[in-house]
């Protein structure tokens, strides 16, 4: 048993190393074809004169050809160097730290939102039915095709500007003005993940209302409460963690567009202006966290379906 | 030098830097009797909107300053647009965010005033003993923030650190022969050519003063977030939180009390999105802003939570020719092109109203000899609706060519975008075969500076314009783009007598005869319509309720410790 652990921990970690590297790759490549050069935000769009071009194309590297740009890349990666970037000359380690920090909080604030609120809202629209099951589903059929950004605007024109509850820009500094200042950021990244895992929660649930072995539940005279909890739930948390899986990790592509909407300084719109800048080191490191993080939430949701379902941790006989 | 990043949003222009001549004599005149003050207010305002009238632009009400602030202010929150400040090193970059922010905290030996004079600041006087040779008569008594003075070692340092060959000034300090201490509060600078404008740079980064021990400390990280600066400025740079904001305080040790900072706090944001920079300044959380995109300002005017004022700007819309060869390089097709516009639809549609027609590539308002410039402009003919009878007759004559001709836009501008769509619809109305090509910023700057980006292309629309002068002067314009030898001149437009002109008036000290002559190259250079005047729009400014007092024109903000004089409406 632990043997066969250790080896799918091995085989796990080997996966993920090949994941980043080709990843990393595919991302440098992407970069180097784009058209334009960092050196149009180093000079600012004005004429150097040649001499002067030249110098800063040494400086960067510029014009080494792709393959040992990469190389040299990779191997300052492994020591844990990622380089400098280009526009500010600063070292990326330190450009990204604060703004991870920010970009995390606003991914979990929404993970939080779509989960608990997504269950909830699917359970009790499973159990109880009527109006509320009505009502549910008009807002999350409306709420998964929703962009976030068009969220974000309605979202900050009427509890931002005209009410003045939340604040319209930045990130805030301090924990409980950061979690007010992303609490609006939070929900437009939220909505259509969050209308996924309700409309999931509630046809699984409903599955299992209708099986056998809850009506065997019910008519020996189990209480409603546990046999939702223990026997619907339980059985119908596969397909959610998926779903609830799968929502989360998508909204690392959406937290670029919410960031940029709401003036947030995180890694998502600094992304954008990296990728814009022709920024090689900082859209590699940026890259690759979120990469990492996809991987990461994707292999916690195999563990917990792992810990749901004992079927999965058998391994099949031959 | 104003340097232009190009980012994705309305505001932004981009081109090469331009230097303005500036006549002797008046900037003799202006440091004598001005002195620093902004007291141009009022003269400047009713001579703005003279021009403004004779320029044709829309009844906007245009000021060179907000009314003057009544009080002192605890703190303001004030917006850049175009997004963070690479360096506070003006060594090392001069882009328009650091532009901003840097004007506020240290100073160079000149000033640009409010009514777009140039006049006094690190230096007292200066004094062109002919066009080759200038002598600086340097203040004394300035301290920088920590106390220490101001001394000539600290004057040389900084001027003479922007001699390095690998700067990016290289195109200008090249023409520098020395810089050299000639008494104990004088410099003197020899050029190499007769080169009238040079006094004008030391009112932008080329003349900034910074301390010379402070500087050789902090090394390579002077002027970065953790290096810092040392100035002499009305505000002192208290801290820069990169990505989040940069933060100003006071300084009680400013030398010109007259220009005391006005707030105790002054804080920089980095919003660069239009919509969020829109709702900021609706709600209250950003207190200012210049540079507003068109289409917001109706909406900012109608929020109720402060004003939007309008003042002269020195950006110019225009069609600036690239192509060296094909239906571009032909003086016929841009002609034609040139009346096939509809300048004035351009102007309602792309930017609302709030721009006019404009008969030449040059921004109507003009540091010297006003009435010789307008004369001139009145000249040509008012071409704000086309005609397109002429304009076909004029492509038949070249022989209908038949190849594409790209109209490069910078992607996410509306501005840059608009001109461009308009400006090919025109083109195709005439019976050319015109093609819009947006492109994302890296790509589109590089045009600029790369002969090989710059292959396919007929034409850049710069965002917002294209056209930028620092000084209110045509000359920046026709040195840098106009003559031959420039390497800016990218469709390497030449006309020997427009060459012959720039270079006498380069060496002419008398501003009226150097009117005359550039006056002339002016109407030579637009008849070659190697740059096709589009619209001048003005420039913007948002302030909250509960703030006034800063100028308004362009250039003014890039150049002038324009955030001292913002203080409390009441």
């Known amino acids: 048993m632990a043997r066969s652990v250790s080896i799918s921990a091995a085989r796990f970690a080997a996966r993920v190393v090949v994941t980043l590297l080709v990843s990393s790759f595919l991302v440098f490549a992407a970069l180097y074809l784009s058209p334009g050069s960092p050196l149009a935000v180093l000079t600012s769009g004005h004429t150097v004169s040649p001499a002067g071009l030249h110098a800063l194309e040494v400086q960067y590297h510029l014009n080494e050809p792709f393959v040992q740009r990469y190389w040299s890349w990779v191997t300052a990666a492994l020591h844990g160097d990622f380089g400098e970037s280009i526009v500010s000359q600063a070292s990326v380690s330190s450009l990204l730290g604060p703004r991870v920090l920010t970009t995390l909080t606003l991914v979990l604030y929404a993970g939080f939102v779509i989960v608990v609120l997504g269950v909830l809202t699917g359970v009790v629209a499973a159990v109880r039915g009527g109006s509320f099951d009505v009502t549910t589903t008009a807002f999350t059929t409306v709420g998964v095709a929703t962009p976030s950004f068009v969220v974000a605007i309605v979202l900050i024109t009427v509890f931002a500007v005209e009410l003045r509850w939340f604040p319209v820009l930045g990130g805030g500094t301090g924990v409980a003005d950061r979690l007010w200042h992303l609490t609006l950021p939070a929900i437009a990244l939220a909505v259509s993940g969050l209308a996924y895992v309700s409309q999931t929660t509630r046809t699984a649930v409903r599955e299992e209302l209708g099986s056998e072995h809850v009506e065997t539940a019910i008519s020996r005279g189990v209480p409603r409460r546990t046999v939702i909890r223990r026997h619907v739930v339980r059985n119908a948390a596969i397909p959610i963690t998926t779903v609830a899986g799968l929502s989360i990790a998508s909204l690392i592509a959406g937290v670029a567009v919410v960031e940029t909407a709401f003036g947030i300084d995180g890694l998502g719109s600094y992304l954008i202006q990296a990728v814009q800048n022709k920024d090689f080191a900082v859209v590699q490191a940026i890259s690759l966290i979120l990469v990492t993080v996809f991987i990461i939430t994707n292999a916690i949701v195999d563990v917990v379906h792992l810990m749901l379902d004992p079927r999965l941790r058998v391994p099949a006989r031959r | ?570």
């Not at chain 2, 740079?201 to 050789?216: F, N």
């Not at chain 2, 220009?259 to 980095?270: E, G, L, R």
């Not at chain 2, 086309?386 to 490069?408: F, Q």
């Not at chain 2, 292309?457 to 002068?469: K, Y």
Request: aromatic residues 10%; proline residues 8%; charged residues 10%.
């Open chain 2, 1 to 570: 030098m104003v340097r232009k990043l190009a980012l994705p949003s309305v505001w932004h222009r981009v081109g090469p830097p331009r230097v303005t001549v500036v006549a002797i004599g008046a900037l003799l005149i202006a440091l004598i009797s001005g002195c620093g003050s902004s007291s141009g207010s009022a003269s400047g305002a009713s001579s703005a909107n003279a021009a403004a009238t004779a320029a044709g632009l829309p009844p906007v009400h245009l000021v060179n300053v907000t009314p003057p602030a009544k009080g002192d202010v605890a703190s303001v929150t004030w917006d850049i647009p175009l997004g963070e400040p690479l360096s506070l090193d003006p060594v090392k970059v001069w882009d328009p965010a650091s532009q901003t922010v840097l004007p506020n905290i240290c100073e160079a030996l000149l000033r640009v005033e409010p009514n777009l004079q140039v006049g006094p600041s690190l230096a007292t006087s200066i004094r062109a003993e002919s066009a080759s040779r200038y002598v600086f008569t340097i203040r004394q008594g300035v301290k920088f923030w920590d106390g220490h003075p101001m001394t000539m070692a600290d004057v040389l340092y900084s001027l003479r650190s922007q001699l390095s060959p690998s700067s990016f000034y290289a195109v200008f300090t090249s023409l520098i022969k020395s810089i050299t201490q000639t008494g104990p509060w004088q410099i003197t600078v020899t050029t190499k050519v007769p080169f009238v404008y040079y006094q004008k740079l030391m009112a932008m980064g080329l003349g900034t003063i910074y301390e010379k021990a402070y500087a050789q400390r902090a090394g390579a990280a002077y002027g970065t977030p953790s290096g810092g600066v040392m100035c002499t400025g009305p505000f002192k740079l208290k801290s820069w939180q990169p990505g989040q904001q940069i933060t100003l305080v006071r300084n009680p040790l400013y030398w010109d009390k007259p220009h005391a900072a006005k707030a105790s706090t002054f804080i920089f944001k980095f919003i660069t999105n239009p919509a969020t920079v829109v709702d900021g300044l609706a709600s209250g959380e950003l207190d200012g802003s210049y540079e507003l995109p068109p289409r917001s300002i109706p909406v900012l005017q109608a929020s109720g939570a402060g004003h939007v004022y309008f003042g002269p700007s020195l950006i110019m819309n225009v069609l600036q020719a690239v192509a060296t060869k094909g239906p571009v390089a032909n003086p016929l097709i841009r002609q034609a092109i040139a009346l096939a516009i509809d300048r004035q639809g351009l102007a309602n549609a792309t930017f609302n109203g709030y721009a006019a027609p404009a008969r030449w590539p040059f921004p109507p308002w003009y540091g010297y000899a006003q009435s010789t410039f307008r004369a001139a402009y009145n000249s040509l003919p008012n071409d704000s609706r086309p005609n397109l009878t002429a304009a076909r007759a004029l492509v038949k004559r070249a022989g209908t060519p038949t190849s594409a001709i790209s109209l490069a836009a910078l992607s996410g501008s509306d501005a840059s975008v608009g001109i461009a769509t308009e400006a090919a619809s025109a083109m195709t109305a005439i019976g050319l075969n015109a093609k819009v090509d947006v492109l994302q910023p890296a790509a589109y700057t590089n045009i600029y500076f790369s002969a090989k980006a710059r292959q396919g292309i007929g034409f850049v629309v710069g965002t917002g314009g294209g056209t930028f002068e620092d000084f209110p002067d045509p000359v920046e314009i026709l040195f840098l783009e106009g003559e031959t030898t420039s390497p800016y001149n990218l469709d390497h437009y030449s006309n020997p007598q427009l060459d012959s002109l720039v270079t006498r008036a380069m060496a002419t000290l008398n501003p009226a005869t150097r009117a005359t002559l550039v006056t002339k190259a002016a109407l030579a250079y637009t008849h070659g319509e190697a740059m096709i005047p589009l619209v001048s729009a003005p420039e913007s400014v948002f302030l909250n309720n509960r703030i006034t007092g800063a100028p308004t024109p362009y250039s003014v903000w890039n150049l002038y410790p324009w955030a001292a004089a913002i203080g409390s409406t009441s």
